[in-house]
């Protein structure tokens, strides 16, 4: 009930940021529009096709944000939270949209320029608008961090550029007048291709969250803390994050316990991490792997350090885990973390069970080749 309450709290939040971005913008399109026309002025056109593309973009905001919510079902069973990348990816559409229209109608006007006919009223509403997207950008972006919603943060980002291109028009028409050099056509370029600009990062930035990024690694530090926490678990390994949407994680990892332990007693400890971690962090692991730690055979431990010696004087090797000997099956198996930074992260792996093999050949060897999801 709590994590409902809290996404019920997030989607209101984004709501009500949308709605108030689409009632400013709505109302600035039209005196910019009605103003670009009495004025002859492309780029105050331009700047009005520009407010409306983001009231256009705080309803696929508050579209993207009402079907996120939906409730898991059998078709996905993860449930619809992905669904808010896509509403960041149609921003962009239309934000690179908006942009390329901008400079085809700028070079139209550059090639046939017009005169433009500025008014002090016309001038007036315009600063008007300059100051009302500053605030109105600073106020969007910020819900849009606060919530974690990638459309918001672009919303934002797009409001605030259009102060700096409003703020550029007033600046060609203080030029015009005291100069009668006529900036319209070629700033209504500039413009567009800062606008198009804006749209390919946002574009981009959306892309990578869709194909999976690294999850923060403070977010990934403070599980660890709260895993490790439990009595008797002595590492905790191997932590996934799958994303399925802002703040909608699954998640799997390993621990590492005395070989002691009972299959009852992990059963408790495992039930009691996933609950723990799932009211601390609203991170759900689906999965909770056990690695167990020689405790009854002193010569294990030897060997376990003497091996953790060798593979961590190997340059790119990131960590060493999951250590277990048998000496009944003279079996011993262990993980090892090769960095992406290592030109050949196989062959890193080869040589360290060689080398293993090496020093003790009476045993055999089971030894995985790991990743560091977190790795920076």
Do not use: C
Request: aromatic share 8%; charged share 25%.
């Amino acid at each position: 009930m709590k994590q409902k309450s809290q996404t019920d709290s997030r989607s209101r939040q984004i709501v009500r940021a949308s709605i108030i971005g689409i009632i400013t913008n709505v109302f600035l399109s039209v005196f910019k529009a009605v103003i670009g026309t009495l004025t002859n002025s492309i780029a105050i056109t331009l700047d009005a096709v520009n407010n409306l593309s983001d009231a256009a973009s705080s309803v696929i905001t508050i579209v993207g944000t009402r079907l996120a919510g939906k409730e898991p079902d059998k078709k996905h069973p993860f449930g619809y939270g992905r669904i808010e990348y896509l509403s960041a990816m149609a921003i962009s559409f239309l934000v690179l949209y908006a942009g390329i229209t901008s400079l085809t109608e700028s070079v139209k006007k550059i090639l046939h320029p017009e005169t433009p006919e500025y008014s002090s009223v016309a001038l007036i509403i315009v600063a008007v608008g300059v100051v009302t997207k500053i605030v109105l950008g600073r106020y969007v972006k910020s819900v849009g961090v606060k919530t974690d919603s990638d459309a918001l943060v672009n919303s934002g980002e797009d409001a605030t550029l259009d102060s700096v291109i409003s703020a550029s028009t007033l600046l060609a028409a203080g030029i015009y007048l005291f100069s009668g050099i006529s900036l319209e056509s070629w700033l209504g370029a500039v413009i567009s291709v800062i606008i198009i600009k804006s749209g390919a990062e946002m574009l981009f930035e959306t892309i990578s969250r869709i194909l999976g990024e690294r999850v923060d690694a403070d977010l990934a530090k403070e599980i660890k803390k709260t895993v490790l926490e439990f009595q008797d678990v002595q590492g905790v390994y191997d932590l996934v994050l799958a994303d399925f949407g802002p703040n909608e994680y699954r998640g799997s990892l390993h621990i590492e316990v005395p070989d002691t332990y009972t299959a009852d007693e992990l059963d408790e400890l495992i039930r009691s991490i996933q609950m723990t971690v799932y009211g601390k962090h609203h991170i759900l692991l689906t999965a909770i792997g056990v690695y167990s730690i020689n405790t009854k055979d002193a010569h294990a431990v030897e060997v376990r350090e003497t091996l953790r010696k060798m593979v961590m004087s190997h340059p790119h090797i990131r960590q060493m885990h999951g250590f277990y000997l048998n000496e009944k099956k003279k079996s011993i198996r262990f993980d090892v973390i090769v960095s992406f930074d290592a030109e050949d992260r196989t062959a890193v792996y080869r040589h360290i069970i060689k080398e293993a093999e090496e020093l003790y050949p009476d045993y055999t060897f089971n030894v995985a080749l790991d990743t560091d999801f977190m790795e920076s």
